[in-house]
Structure formats: C-alpha cells, structure tokens
C-alpha cells in the first residue's frame, strides 16, 4: 500500500515537498503516523476511482488534502486542522510550485481544516467531503479499536499488568461508541461519500456495538495489543 500511495504523491508533487511532509508526520503519535497518512492517501485513490464522474476533476486536490491532512498533529493534535490548513497557505503553496490556482489552494485548506470526525460544520465542496471520507478509512471495527488502543499506548498508558490492559481496552471501546455509535459524534457530520461507499458495514456495526459483550471486546483487545507489541 504504501509504495503505491507514495507513488501517487510523489508524481503529482515535488520531491522535496513530498520529503517535507514526511519530516512533519515522523514527529506525530503512532495513531496519525506514516503508515496512516499512506493509507488516506489509498483511500482517497479508492474513492475517487469509485466516484470518477463526480470527483475525478478535482483529483489533484483530493490527493493533496489527502497527504497533508495530519502534518502538523505533532504541534498540537486538538487543533491540528485548523494548524495544518495555516501551514499549507503559508508555508507549502508559497514555497513550492504544486500547480495550483489560489482558490484551488484555498480548497485544499479548507478539506484539511474540516477533515475531523468531531468537525460539525458543513463541509460545502466535494474535495472536503472526500478527504474526510478517506481520513476515516474503510468503516471497519477491528481497525477503529486498534486505533484508539494504539493511540493510548503511545500517550502515557503502558499496558504492563492485567488491570491496565484491561482499562486501555475498555477506555478505547468507549471512545469507539462515543466516536463511532449510532449516535457518535462521527456520524452526526458522516461524509457523504463514506455513507454511500459503506451503508451496510455502517449498519453491521452499529448493531455490534449495541449487542457486544464485554468479555468479547476484552478478548479482541488482548489480540490487538500483541499485534501491537504488548505480548501477555
């Protein structure tokens, strides 16, 4: 995954620029790491391929939005959006020729501000809506809750006894019901097309969510901390 999406940035923008990015995101947690920006950098391939008549125009700034959404979460990661859409305007577009008009410049700023889970504006362009939608990745559960487990791993909580991993464990289940529920902040502002691309993987896991069993949830937690390098 990653060679291709390195590949799509590094044929759409300057190597140095590409080389700059990657400093950036080097510095921040594990939860919004290089692996994770390749892999928004997929997503949003995969989107605009699947919605080639509506977004294939807007193909460059997607990508863009895509790459540097989280460059600047290790200054702050509560308002690294609203940092990340500053550091592009003023410090990317200026410096590097990325071929794009000032109000295409300005979109892609406005995709990285309004990118979050937690943003509750209205996002009113479709290169918004889609970096939004590639941030969240395929609706897939496994994948939220080793996300938020490796995101308190990497903040403070060391999994080293049987109490501890069980509360990261459920301290993260809870985030993924409050983020991700049938009424999670996440799904007050859904991007459009992860709503299409998604409908019933939506609906499977609200329905987990509601009916799961707390030793099954302890039990998948336990698998995602060895994947993590917290072996038991």
Request: net charge negative.
């Amino acid at each position: 995954m990653e060679h291709r999406s390195l590949h799509l940035v590094t044929e759409l923008f300057p190597r140095d620029l590409v080389e700059l990015v990657h400093a950036n995101v080097l510095l921040n947690d594990k939860a919004h790491d290089w692996k994770h920006v390749m892999g928004v950098v997929e997503h949003a391939d995969k989107i605009i391929s699947t919605f080639e008549e509506e977004l294939g125009s807007y193909r460059k700034l997607i990508i863009a939005g895509a790459f540097m959404h989280d460059a600047q979460c290790h200054v702050d990661r509560k308002l690294h959006h609203e940092l990340g859409a500053k550091w592009v305007l003023n410090e990317v577009f200026p410096y590097w020729d990325c071929d794009l008009t000032d109000p295409a410049q300005w979109i892609v700023a406005q995709s990285i501000l309004e990118h979050r889970a937690s943003y509750e504006g209205k996002r009113i362009n479709p290169v918004s809506e889609a970096v939004a939608a590639a941030d969240r990745g395929p609706v897939n559960f496994r994948n939220y809750l080793k996300r938020a487990i490796q995101y308190r791993t990497t903040n403070g909580i060391s999994p080293n006894n049987e109490g501890m991993r069980v509360m990261v464990i459920s301290d993260a289940f809870g985030h993924i019901q409050d983020k991700y529920g049938a009424r999670g902040y996440a799904f007050k502002n859904l991007p459009y097309f992860t709503s299409k691309l998604y409908e019933k993987e939506i609906a499977e896991m609200h329905s987990m969510l509601d009916t799961a069993k707390a030793e099954a949830i302890v039990e998948l937690g336990e698998e995602l901390l060895v994947e993590l390098g917290f072996p038991q």
